[in-house]
T-cell receptor, first 112, second 115 residues
C-alpha cells in the first residue's frame, strides 16, 4: 500500500518557466514532508521541507505548498534552470523520526 | 560540513560472492539506513538501525543482513550475491531529535553489479 505517491514519472519544462511537481499521501498522521533531489550516480540531497502545521514554505526558487484537506503537496521551482534536471523524491515522516516514507520519484527535464 | 561516506562508488561481483558495503557518518546520528534504488521503484528500505547493535528490517530485507558495532558505522552484507541484487545502494543517517522532521543525510551511493 503506497502511502506516498508521485503519479508523474517524468515532467518536461522549458528553461525559465515554472516547474510543478506533485505528491499525494494517504496517512493523515504524517507530520513532516520533505523533498529531495537526486542526480544520476549520486545520493539524494535534501531540498526543502514543510511541517504539517504550515501550508507553505519558501526557500529561494523553491516553494512547497501543503493542502492537508486534499492530502496533497507540491513543489514549485521558479524559474527553472538546466541544473534542476534531476529526479525529485517526495517523502513523509510519521513523527517517529526513524523512517521516511518515500514516493517513487519524478524525473524533471529542463529544456533549453 | 556533514558527511556520509560509502566504501565504494562502483563494485562488480560474481554470483554467490559475499559482499560488504560499508557506511560511515560523522554527524553522531543515532539512526542509520540502507536503501536500494531501482528505476521506477523509488527508494526501498532494506534495513535500519536506531542504536548501536540494534537493527530493524525494512521493506525488502531478504538476502541482506546488517551490522552496527559502532555508532558511526553501518554495514550491509549480501551473504550470497545474486543478479537481482544489481542496484544502486544508498546509506543515510538521521537524528531522532524532535523538530528535525526525520531529515536524512545520504552518502554518494554504491553502484553494485552482480554478474
Amino acid at each position: 500500500d503506497q502511502q506516498v505517491k508521485q503519479n508523474s514519472p517524468s515532467l518536461s519544462v522549458q528553461e525559465g518557466r515554472i516547474s510543478i511537481l506533485n505528491c499525494d499521501y494517504t496517512n493523515s498522521m504524517f507530520d513532516y514532508f520533505l523533498w529531495y533531489k537526486k542526480y544520476p550516480a549520486e545520493g539524494p540531497t535534501f531540498l526543502i521541507s514543510i511541517s504539517s502545521i504550515k501550508d507553505k514554505n519558501e526557500d529561494g526558487r523553491f516553494t512547497v505548498f501543503l493542502n492537508k484537506s486534499a492530502k496533497h503537496l507540491s513543489l514549485h521551482i521558479v524559474p527553472s534552470q538546466p541544473g534542476d534536471s534531476a529526479v525529485y523524491f517526495c517523502a513523509a515522516s510519521d513523527g517517529s523520526n526513524y523512517q521516511l516514507i518515500w514516493g517513487a520519484g519524478t524525473k524533471l527535464i529542463i529544456k533549453p | 560540513d556533514v558527511k556520509v561516506t560509502q566504501s565504494s562508488r562502483y563494485l562488480v561481483k560474481r554470483t554467490g560472492e559475499k559482499v560488504f558495503l560499508e557506511c560511515v557518518q560523522d554527524m553522531d546520528h543515532e539512526n542509520m539506513f540502507w536503501y536500494r534504488q531501482d528505476p521506477g521503484l523509488g527508494l526501498r528500505l532494506i534495513y535500519f538501525s536506531y542504536d548501536v547493535k540494534m537493527k530493524e528490517k525494512g521493506d525488502i530485507p531478504e538476502g541482506y543482513s546488517v551490522s552496527r558495532e559502532k555508532k558511526e558505522r553501518f554495514s550491509l552484507i549480501l551473504e550470497s550475491a545474486s543478479t537481482n541484487q544489481t542496484s544502486m545502494y544508498l546509506c543515510a543517517s538521521s537524528s531522532p531529535l524532535a523538530g528535525t522532521g526525520g531529515k536524512q543525510f545520504f552518502g554518494p551511493g554504491t553502484r553494485l553489479t552482480v554478474l
